[in-house]
Protein backbone atom coordinates (compact mmCIF):
# COMPACT_ATOMS: atom_id res chain seq x y z
CA UNK A 1 0.00 0.00 0.00
CA UNK A 2 0.98 3.30 -0.93
CA UNK A 3 2.78 5.27 2.44
CA UNK A 4 0.80 8.80 1.05
CA UNK A 5 -2.72 7.34 1.04
CA UNK A 6 -4.67 5.37 4.04
CA UNK A 7 -8.06 4.24 4.84
CA UNK A 8 -9.44 6.43 6.81
CA UNK A 9 -12.26 8.79 7.45
CA UNK A 10 -10.97 12.02 9.27
CA UNK A 11 -7.95 14.07 7.41
CA UNK A 12 -7.63 18.53 6.76
CA UNK A 13 -10.44 19.33 4.27
CA UNK A 14 -8.46 20.06 0.77
CA UNK A 15 -11.26 21.99 -1.49
CA UNK A 16 -10.38 22.45 -5.29
CA UNK A 17 -12.49 25.63 -6.98
CA UNK A 18 -12.50 26.03 -10.78
CA UNK A 19 -10.98 29.45 -11.71
CA UNK A 20 -14.08 30.55 -13.48
CA UNK A 21 -16.41 29.21 -10.80
CA UNK A 22 -14.47 31.55 -8.30
CA UNK A 23 -16.35 34.41 -8.38
CA UNK A 24 -19.71 32.76 -7.98
CA UNK A 25 -18.50 30.39 -5.22
CA UNK A 26 -16.97 33.47 -3.06
CA UNK A 27 -20.07 34.91 -3.14
CA UNK A 28 -21.54 31.69 -0.93
CA UNK A 29 -19.14 31.84 1.37
CA UNK A 30 -18.83 33.21 5.04
CA UNK A 31 -17.13 37.07 4.81
CA UNK A 32 -14.35 36.02 7.03
CA UNK A 33 -13.38 33.53 4.35
CA UNK A 34 -13.86 35.84 1.80
CA UNK A 35 -11.85 38.77 3.41
CA UNK A 36 -8.94 35.78 4.84
CA UNK A 37 -8.81 34.80 0.31
CA UNK A 38 -8.37 38.11 -0.63
CA UNK A 39 -5.94 39.28 2.39
CA UNK A 40 -3.92 36.38 1.06
CA UNK A 41 -4.02 36.86 -2.48
CA UNK A 42 -5.74 33.55 -3.42
CA UNK A 43 -6.71 34.65 -7.19
CA UNK A 44 -3.25 34.73 -7.87
CA UNK A 45 -1.27 32.77 -5.74
CA UNK A 46 -3.71 29.58 -6.40
CA UNK A 47 -3.47 28.38 -2.86
CA UNK A 48 -4.64 29.47 0.79
CA UNK A 49 -4.04 27.78 4.09
CA UNK A 50 -6.79 28.53 6.56
CA UNK A 51 -5.92 28.09 9.81
CA UNK A 52 -9.04 27.42 13.20
CA UNK A 53 -9.68 30.51 14.96
CA UNK A 54 -9.25 29.50 18.39
CA UNK A 55 -6.30 26.57 17.95
CA UNK A 56 -4.40 28.18 15.31
CA UNK A 57 -4.04 24.51 13.57
CA UNK A 58 -4.48 23.87 9.82
CA UNK A 59 -8.23 23.74 9.00
CA UNK A 60 -8.50 23.81 5.35
CA UNK A 61 -6.81 24.11 2.47
CA UNK A 62 -8.23 25.56 -0.49
CA UNK A 63 -6.37 25.00 -4.36
CA UNK A 64 -7.36 27.55 -7.46
CA UNK A 65 -7.71 25.44 -10.98
CA UNK A 66 -8.17 25.82 -14.38
CA UNK A 67 -10.10 22.74 -14.88
CA UNK A 68 -11.59 20.33 -12.36
CA UNK A 69 -11.20 17.57 -15.33
CA UNK A 70 -7.58 18.10 -15.13
CA UNK A 71 -6.40 14.46 -13.94
CA UNK A 72 -2.78 15.66 -12.80
CA UNK A 73 -4.45 18.74 -10.68
CA UNK A 74 -3.17 17.29 -7.41
CA UNK A 75 -0.03 16.29 -8.71
CA UNK A 76 2.21 18.39 -7.28
CA UNK A 77 0.74 19.16 -3.66
CA UNK A 78 2.43 16.23 -1.68
CA UNK A 79 5.25 18.35 -2.04
CA UNK A 80 3.79 21.20 -1.38
CA UNK A 81 1.06 21.07 1.05
CA UNK A 82 2.74 20.98 4.53
CA UNK A 83 3.52 17.56 6.07
CA UNK A 84 0.26 16.70 7.43
CA UNK A 85 -3.00 14.17 6.31
CA UNK A 86 -5.50 15.66 3.87
CA UNK A 87 -9.27 14.95 2.97
CA UNK A 88 -9.68 15.69 -0.88
CA UNK A 89 -13.56 17.32 -1.22
CA UNK A 90 -15.85 16.44 -3.44
CA UNK A 91 -17.65 13.17 -4.84
CA UNK A 92 -16.08 9.52 -4.97
CA UNK A 93 -15.68 10.13 -8.51
CA UNK A 94 -13.50 13.15 -8.22
CA UNK A 95 -11.66 11.86 -5.42
CA UNK A 96 -10.68 9.17 -7.32
CA UNK A 97 -9.67 10.64 -10.59
CA UNK A 98 -7.35 13.21 -8.56
CA UNK A 99 -5.84 11.17 -6.10
CA UNK A 100 -3.35 8.72 -8.41
CA UNK A 101 -2.24 11.88 -9.50
CA UNK A 102 -1.26 13.37 -6.00
CA UNK A 103 0.07 10.08 -4.96
CA UNK A 104 2.24 9.45 -7.74
CA UNK A 105 3.50 13.32 -7.57
CA UNK A 106 5.05 12.25 -4.29
CA UNK A 107 7.30 9.79 -5.29
CA UNK A 108 11.00 10.28 -4.79
CA UNK A 109 13.95 8.43 -5.39
CA UNK A 110 15.24 8.00 -2.15
CA UNK A 111 17.73 5.14 -1.99
CA UNK A 112 20.94 6.70 -1.53
CA UNK A 113 19.74 9.42 0.49
CA UNK A 114 19.97 10.03 3.96
CA UNK A 115 16.74 11.02 4.86
CA UNK A 116 13.69 11.32 2.17
CA UNK A 117 11.55 14.66 1.94
CA UNK A 118 8.56 15.30 3.87
CA UNK A 119 5.58 14.49 1.69
CA UNK A 120 1.56 15.44 2.59
CA UNK A 121 -0.70 12.10 2.81
CA UNK A 122 -4.15 11.14 2.34
CA UNK A 123 -6.71 9.72 3.86
CA UNK A 124 -9.42 8.25 1.31
CA UNK A 125 -12.98 7.16 3.01
CA UNK A 126 -12.95 3.95 0.91
CA UNK A 127 -10.84 1.40 1.49
CA UNK A 128 -11.59 -0.88 -2.03
CA UNK A 129 -10.30 2.87 -3.83
CA UNK A 130 -7.08 2.85 -1.22
CA UNK A 131 -6.03 -0.81 -2.36
CA UNK A 132 -7.11 0.12 -5.66
CA UNK A 133 -4.94 2.61 -6.15
CA UNK A 134 -2.10 1.62 -3.63
CA UNK A 135 -1.61 -1.30 -6.80
CA UNK A 136 -1.33 1.78 -9.43
CA UNK A 137 1.21 3.64 -7.38
CA UNK A 138 3.33 0.48 -6.26
CA UNK A 139 3.73 -0.63 -10.13
CA UNK A 140 4.26 2.85 -11.61
CA UNK A 141 6.91 3.50 -8.59
CA UNK A 142 8.45 0.06 -9.34
CA UNK A 143 9.19 0.86 -12.51
CA UNK A 144 10.45 4.76 -11.90
CA UNK A 145 12.70 3.16 -9.30
CA UNK A 146 14.00 0.38 -11.49
CA UNK A 147 15.22 2.80 -14.31
CA UNK A 148 16.58 5.83 -11.64
CA UNK A 149 18.55 2.77 -10.13
CA UNK A 150 22.44 3.66 -11.10
CA UNK A 151 23.58 0.55 -13.53
CA UNK A 152 25.79 -0.61 -11.04
CA UNK A 153 23.57 -1.57 -8.61
CA UNK A 154 21.06 -2.83 -11.69
CA UNK A 155 22.64 -5.30 -13.92
CA UNK A 156 21.58 -8.09 -15.52
CA UNK A 157 21.55 -10.55 -11.74
CA UNK A 158 19.62 -7.35 -10.43
CA UNK A 159 16.88 -7.58 -12.71
CA UNK A 160 16.79 -11.43 -12.22
CA UNK A 161 16.41 -11.46 -8.44
CA UNK A 162 13.74 -8.85 -8.85
CA UNK A 163 11.89 -10.87 -11.03
CA UNK A 164 12.72 -13.81 -9.04
CA UNK A 165 10.72 -12.27 -5.85
CA UNK A 166 8.08 -11.25 -8.38
CA UNK A 167 7.62 -14.67 -8.59
CA UNK A 168 7.62 -15.85 -4.99
CA UNK A 169 5.36 -12.97 -3.77
CA UNK A 170 2.34 -13.55 -6.73
CA UNK A 171 2.96 -17.48 -6.39
CA UNK A 172 4.54 -17.79 -9.87
CA UNK A 173 6.94 -19.59 -11.67
CA UNK A 174 10.51 -18.01 -12.50
CA UNK A 175 13.31 -19.81 -14.49
CA UNK A 176 16.50 -18.27 -16.63
CA UNK A 177 18.89 -19.14 -18.58
CA UNK A 178 22.66 -17.60 -17.98
CA UNK A 179 25.93 -17.46 -20.47
CA UNK A 180 26.94 -20.07 -22.02
CA UNK A 181 23.61 -21.71 -21.18
CA UNK A 182 22.28 -18.75 -24.04
CA UNK A 183 23.90 -20.70 -26.33
CA UNK A 184 23.11 -24.03 -25.56
CA UNK A 185 19.65 -22.96 -25.75
CA UNK A 186 19.63 -21.33 -28.77
CA UNK A 187 19.18 -17.48 -27.93
CA UNK A 188 22.46 -16.33 -30.03
CA UNK A 189 21.81 -12.84 -29.70
CA UNK A 190 21.36 -12.17 -26.84
CA UNK A 191 24.42 -13.95 -25.87
CA UNK A 192 26.47 -11.88 -28.70
CA UNK A 193 25.09 -8.36 -27.36
CA UNK A 194 25.94 -9.60 -23.44
CA UNK A 195 29.22 -11.55 -23.88
CA UNK A 196 31.61 -8.43 -23.54
CA UNK A 197 30.66 -7.80 -20.14
CA UNK A 198 31.51 -9.57 -16.61
CA UNK A 199 27.84 -9.31 -15.79
CA UNK A 200 26.44 -12.52 -17.39
CA UNK A 201 23.79 -11.88 -20.15
CA UNK A 202 20.15 -13.68 -19.08
CA UNK A 203 17.11 -14.74 -20.49
CA UNK A 204 14.44 -14.03 -17.47
CA UNK A 205 11.14 -15.86 -17.65
CA UNK A 206 8.39 -15.75 -14.85
CA UNK A 207 5.15 -17.80 -15.89
CA UNK A 208 2.12 -17.09 -13.53
CA UNK A 209 -1.67 -17.99 -13.79
CA UNK A 210 -4.09 -20.71 -15.07
CA UNK A 211 -2.50 -22.70 -17.51
CA UNK A 212 -6.04 -22.42 -19.17
CA UNK A 213 -6.41 -18.94 -19.30
CA UNK A 214 -5.89 -16.95 -22.20
CA UNK A 215 -1.86 -16.37 -22.72
CA UNK A 216 -0.12 -12.88 -22.58
CA UNK A 217 3.58 -12.25 -23.04
CA UNK A 218 5.61 -9.28 -22.02
CA UNK A 219 9.05 -8.58 -23.43
CA UNK A 220 11.06 -5.86 -22.21
CA UNK A 221 13.88 -4.98 -23.32
CA UNK A 222 16.44 -5.62 -20.64
CA UNK A 223 19.90 -3.56 -21.89
CA UNK A 224 20.99 -2.47 -18.28
CA UNK A 225 24.11 -0.21 -19.61
CA UNK A 226 24.03 0.72 -23.28
CA UNK A 227 27.72 2.11 -23.83
CA UNK A 228 27.06 1.52 -27.66
CA UNK A 229 29.62 -1.26 -27.94
CA UNK A 230 32.34 -0.92 -30.19
CA UNK A 231 30.10 1.75 -31.87
CA UNK A 232 30.93 3.76 -28.28
CA UNK A 233 28.40 6.48 -27.53
CA UNK A 234 29.85 9.94 -26.70
CA UNK A 235 29.72 10.91 -22.93
CA UNK A 236 26.30 12.85 -23.42
CA UNK A 237 24.38 10.12 -25.29
CA UNK A 238 25.96 7.78 -22.21
CA UNK A 239 25.24 10.03 -19.43
CA UNK A 240 21.62 8.72 -18.67
CA UNK A 241 22.17 4.75 -20.59
CA UNK A 242 21.61 3.52 -17.12
CA UNK A 243 17.33 3.79 -18.10
CA UNK A 244 18.45 1.02 -21.49
CA UNK A 245 16.58 -1.69 -19.24
CA UNK A 246 13.53 0.91 -19.17
CA UNK A 247 11.21 -1.57 -21.35
CA UNK A 248 11.94 -4.00 -18.44
CA UNK A 249 11.16 -2.58 -16.02
CA UNK A 250 7.60 -1.45 -17.49
CA UNK A 251 6.88 -5.14 -18.33
CA UNK A 252 8.07 -6.35 -14.99
CA UNK A 253 5.82 -2.80 -13.12
CA UNK A 254 3.17 -4.39 -15.75
CA UNK A 255 3.08 -8.00 -14.40
CA UNK A 256 2.98 -6.53 -10.48
CA UNK A 257 -0.36 -4.64 -11.53
CA UNK A 258 -1.41 -7.80 -13.76
CA UNK A 259 -0.55 -10.25 -10.94
CA UNK A 260 -1.70 -7.92 -7.78
CA UNK A 261 -5.43 -7.48 -9.53
CA UNK A 262 -5.58 -11.38 -9.96
CA UNK A 263 -6.85 -10.62 -13.95
CA UNK A 264 -7.94 -14.28 -15.25
CA UNK A 265 -5.09 -14.38 -17.41
CA UNK A 266 -2.00 -16.65 -18.29
CA UNK A 267 0.76 -14.22 -18.00
CA UNK A 268 4.24 -15.05 -19.19
CA UNK A 269 7.30 -12.36 -18.95
CA UNK A 270 10.41 -12.35 -20.89
CA UNK A 271 13.30 -10.36 -20.51
CA UNK A 272 16.16 -10.21 -22.44
CA UNK A 273 19.01 -8.63 -19.69
CA UNK A 274 22.38 -7.50 -20.51
CA UNK A 275 24.90 -4.81 -20.54
CA UNK A 276 26.46 -3.79 -24.26
CA UNK A 277 29.82 -2.79 -23.06
CA UNK A 278 33.33 -3.34 -24.61
CA UNK A 279 35.61 -5.58 -24.53
CA UNK A 280 38.24 -8.19 -26.04
CA UNK A 281 34.95 -10.33 -27.62
CA UNK A 282 32.54 -7.73 -28.35
CA UNK A 283 30.44 -8.17 -31.38
CA UNK A 284 31.90 -5.87 -34.33
CA UNK A 285 30.00 -3.54 -37.16
CA UNK A 286 29.68 -6.59 -40.07
CA UNK A 287 29.20 -9.45 -38.01
CA UNK A 288 26.90 -11.92 -39.10
CA UNK A 289 25.00 -14.12 -36.42
CA UNK A 290 21.97 -16.67 -36.71
CA UNK A 291 19.11 -15.72 -34.62
CA UNK A 292 17.00 -18.00 -32.75
CA UNK A 293 14.16 -18.09 -35.65
CA UNK A 294 17.39 -18.69 -38.08
CA UNK A 295 16.95 -15.10 -39.97
CA UNK A 296 20.80 -13.92 -40.42
CA UNK A 297 21.15 -10.71 -39.19
CA UNK A 298 24.31 -8.47 -40.34
CA UNK A 299 25.16 -5.84 -38.13
CA UNK A 300 25.48 -2.47 -39.29
CA UNK A 301 25.61 -0.34 -35.71
CA UNK A 302 26.59 -2.47 -32.24
CA UNK A 303 24.55 0.49 -30.61
CA UNK A 304 21.46 -0.72 -32.58
CA UNK A 305 21.72 -3.54 -29.81
CA UNK A 306 18.36 -3.53 -28.39
CA UNK A 307 16.43 -4.38 -31.25
CA UNK A 308 19.22 -7.72 -31.41
CA UNK A 309 18.39 -8.93 -27.94
CA UNK A 310 14.36 -8.72 -28.27
CA UNK A 311 14.24 -10.91 -31.36
CA UNK A 312 15.26 -13.94 -30.23
CA UNK A 313 13.00 -13.40 -26.88
CA UNK A 314 10.14 -12.44 -29.59
CA UNK A 315 10.83 -15.66 -31.26
CA UNK A 316 10.83 -17.66 -28.03
CA UNK A 317 7.11 -15.60 -27.09
CA UNK A 318 5.91 -17.48 -30.50
CA UNK A 319 6.53 -20.82 -28.82
CA UNK A 320 2.98 -20.65 -26.66
CA UNK A 321 1.22 -19.17 -29.47
CA UNK A 322 -0.08 -16.42 -27.10
CA UNK A 323 -3.35 -14.51 -27.62
CA UNK A 324 -1.13 -11.10 -26.95
CA UNK A 325 2.25 -10.20 -27.31
CA UNK A 326 3.47 -7.30 -26.30
CA UNK A 327 6.99 -5.78 -25.90
CA UNK A 328 8.46 -2.46 -24.17
CA UNK A 329 11.70 -1.23 -25.27
CA UNK A 330 13.83 2.21 -24.89
CA UNK A 331 14.73 1.24 -28.65
CA UNK A 332 14.63 4.79 -30.76
CA UNK A 333 15.43 8.51 -30.76
CA UNK A 334 13.20 8.93 -33.90
CA UNK A 335 10.26 8.33 -31.50
CA UNK A 336 11.00 10.84 -29.44
CA UNK A 337 11.98 13.32 -32.39
CA UNK A 338 8.14 11.97 -33.88
CA UNK A 339 6.31 12.56 -30.48
CA UNK A 340 8.33 13.78 -27.86
CA UNK A 341 9.65 12.28 -24.20
CA UNK A 342 6.24 12.34 -23.01
CA UNK A 343 3.61 10.45 -25.44
CA UNK A 344 4.69 6.99 -26.05
CA UNK A 345 4.44 5.63 -29.15
CA UNK A 346 3.47 1.83 -30.25
CA UNK A 347 3.35 -0.39 -33.35
CA UNK A 348 0.59 -2.75 -33.87
CA UNK A 349 -0.36 -5.12 -36.42
CA UNK A 350 -3.97 -5.67 -35.56
CA UNK A 351 -6.28 -2.68 -35.74
CA UNK A 352 -8.90 -3.50 -33.80
CA UNK A 353 -5.92 -4.24 -30.73
CA UNK A 354 -4.51 -0.79 -31.17
CA UNK A 355 -8.07 1.39 -31.76
CA UNK A 356 -9.00 -0.26 -28.45
CA UNK A 357 -5.69 0.40 -26.60
CA UNK A 358 -5.60 3.89 -27.31
CA UNK A 359 -9.12 4.16 -26.20
CA UNK A 360 -8.02 2.47 -23.05
CA UNK A 361 -5.39 5.01 -22.39
CA UNK A 362 -7.28 7.99 -23.18
CA UNK A 363 -10.23 6.64 -20.66
CA UNK A 364 -7.24 6.05 -18.29
CA UNK A 365 -5.39 9.57 -19.03
CA UNK A 366 -2.46 7.48 -19.86
CA UNK A 367 -2.00 8.59 -23.45
CA UNK A 368 -0.36 6.54 -26.25
CA UNK A 369 -0.48 6.90 -30.23
CA UNK A 370 -0.04 4.48 -32.68
CA UNK A 371 2.39 4.66 -35.69
CA UNK A 372 2.67 3.16 -39.26
CA UNK A 373 4.68 -0.30 -39.64
CA UNK A 374 4.94 1.27 -42.55
CA UNK A 375 6.31 -1.81 -45.33
CA UNK A 376 7.62 -0.35 -47.95
CA UNK A 377 10.60 0.74 -45.79
CA UNK A 378 11.08 -2.78 -45.37
CA UNK A 379 14.06 -2.67 -47.81
CA UNK A 380 15.55 0.08 -45.81
CA UNK A 381 16.96 -3.07 -43.80
CA UNK A 382 18.38 -4.64 -46.90
CA UNK A 383 21.73 -6.81 -46.57
CA UNK A 384 23.99 -7.50 -48.95
CA UNK A 385 25.59 -10.77 -47.33
CA UNK A 386 22.68 -11.86 -44.61
CA UNK A 387 18.92 -11.73 -44.43
CA UNK A 388 18.31 -8.46 -43.01
CA UNK A 389 20.67 -5.96 -41.50
CA UNK A 390 19.75 -4.98 -38.01
CA UNK A 391 19.85 -0.66 -39.04
CA UNK A 392 18.22 0.48 -41.78
CA UNK A 393 20.44 2.59 -44.61
CA UNK A 394 19.14 5.55 -43.32
CA UNK A 395 17.98 7.40 -40.23
CA UNK A 396 14.79 8.97 -41.63
CA UNK A 397 11.64 7.02 -40.00
CA UNK A 398 14.05 5.40 -37.58
CA UNK A 399 11.30 3.98 -35.18
CA UNK A 400 9.47 2.94 -38.01
CA UNK A 401 12.30 0.65 -39.33
CA UNK A 402 13.30 -0.60 -35.98
CA UNK A 403 9.73 -1.96 -36.19
CA UNK A 404 9.83 -3.10 -38.96
CA UNK A 405 12.87 -5.16 -38.00
CA UNK A 406 11.11 -6.71 -35.04
CA UNK A 407 8.24 -7.75 -36.68
CA UNK A 408 10.15 -9.87 -39.05
CA UNK A 409 10.10 -11.75 -35.41
CA UNK A 410 6.42 -12.24 -35.09
CA UNK A 411 4.28 -14.56 -36.75
CA UNK A 412 1.61 -12.46 -39.00
CA UNK A 413 -1.03 -14.48 -36.99
CA UNK A 414 -0.33 -13.82 -33.29
CA UNK A 415 -1.48 -9.78 -32.45
CA UNK A 416 1.46 -8.06 -31.20
CA UNK A 417 1.67 -4.18 -30.23
CA UNK A 418 5.25 -2.74 -29.60
CA UNK A 419 5.86 0.35 -27.50
CA UNK A 420 9.16 2.17 -28.36
CA UNK A 421 9.15 4.94 -24.69
CA UNK A 422 11.63 6.98 -23.40
CA UNK A 423 11.14 5.67 -19.79
CA UNK A 424 12.55 8.78 -18.30
CA UNK A 425 10.80 12.84 -17.67
CA UNK A 426 13.17 15.21 -19.00
CA UNK A 427 11.01 17.70 -17.01
CA UNK A 428 9.19 17.92 -13.45
CA UNK A 429 4.99 17.87 -14.36
CA UNK A 430 2.33 17.59 -11.39
CA UNK A 431 2.38 14.12 -10.83
CA UNK A 432 5.75 12.95 -12.81
CA UNK A 433 8.65 13.51 -11.23
CA UNK A 434 12.05 14.36 -13.48
CA UNK A 435 13.84 10.97 -14.05
CA UNK A 436 12.78 7.50 -14.55
CA UNK A 437 9.07 7.14 -15.88
CA UNK A 438 6.66 4.80 -16.56
CA UNK A 439 4.50 5.24 -19.69
CA UNK A 440 1.41 3.54 -21.17
CA UNK A 441 1.49 0.47 -18.60
CA UNK A 442 -2.07 2.01 -17.70
CA UNK A 443 -3.60 2.03 -20.93
CA UNK A 444 -2.34 -1.56 -21.74
CA UNK A 445 -3.47 -2.51 -18.06
CA UNK A 446 -6.71 -1.40 -18.72
CA UNK A 447 -7.00 -2.43 -22.12
CA UNK A 448 -6.51 -6.59 -20.95
CA UNK A 449 -8.96 -5.53 -17.57
CA UNK A 450 -11.35 -4.13 -20.49
CA UNK A 451 -10.80 -7.31 -22.36
CA UNK A 452 -10.59 -10.37 -19.86
CA UNK A 453 -12.28 -9.11 -16.62
Known sequence: MSSLIRHSSTGIPLS???KADLSTWLTEQPQALQNWLTNCDFKNKGMALVANNETGSLEHVYCLVNDLQDFWLAGDLSTKLPAGCYQIQGDEKFVEQVTLGFVLGGYEFSEYKEKPSPRATLAIKDE???????QYASAINLVRDLVNTPAADM????????MADLADTFDGEFSEWVGDELLEQNYPTIHMVGRASENKPRLLDLRWGAKDAPQITLVGKGVCFDSGGLDLKPSSGMRNMKKDMGGAAHVIGL???IMAANLPIRLRVLVPAVENA?????????DVIKTRKGITVEIDNTDAEGRLVLCDALA????DNPDLIVDFATLTGACRVALGTELPGFFANNREVANKLMDAGESCHDPVWQLPLFDQYKVLLKSDVADIANCASTPFGGAITAALYLKEFIEPSTPWVHFDVMAWNLRALPGRPAGGEALGIRAVFNYLQDRFQ
Do not use: C, D, T
Open 16 to 18: FIA
Open 316 to 319: EAQN
Open 255 to 257: AQL
Open 155 to 162: MPQHLSQV
Open 278 to 286: VSRNAFRPG
Open 128 to 134: SLVKRLS
